[in-house]
């Protein structure tokens, strides 16, 4: 079992940034992909990033390549994603989520662990 936990939402300017923090509960966080995703008021859960449990491969939705950035610190389990340049499509509830093993996928019904969400809202 796995619990996670997310932090640092919040309201911000277009061309901000914000750091979002998940953090893990369990000895067992390095043997978990992670990813975040996001839901935007009336639309569906979209992909936004993952990371493997190696740290030497991440992805990304082509809306967010070059702006967001996952990382994650095995020892503090905890994976982040450093957002910049906000625009105001970015606002969404964001979540992240575990999956058990080597994969990296996009697929949220592959995932097996989900956070409450954070809000993140992007002024214009």
């Known amino acids: 079992q796995v619990q996670l936990v997310e932090s640092g939402g919040g309201l911000v300017q277009a061309g901000g940034s914000l750091r979002l923090s998940c953090a893990a509960s369990g000895r067992t966080f390095s043997r978990y992909g992670m990813g975040w995703f996001r839901q935007a008021p009336g639309k569906e859960r979209e992909f936004v990033a993952a990371?493997?449990?190696?740290?030497?491969?991440?992805y990304y939705a082509d809306s967010v390549k070059g702006r967001f950035t996952i990382s994650r610190d095995n020892a503090k389990n905890t994976v982040y994603l450093q957002m910049n340049s906000l625009k105001p499509e970015d606002t969404a509830v964001y979540f992240c989520?575990?999956?058990?093993?080597?994969?990296?996928?996009?697929?949220?019904?592959?995932?097996?662990?989900w956070g409450q969400g954070t809000q993140v809202t992007v002024s214009s």
């Open positions: 989520a575990a999956v058990r093993g080597l994969v990296v996928t996009t697929d949220s019904r592959r995932y097996d662990y």
């Open positions: 990371i493997n449990l190696n740290c030497d491969y991440t």
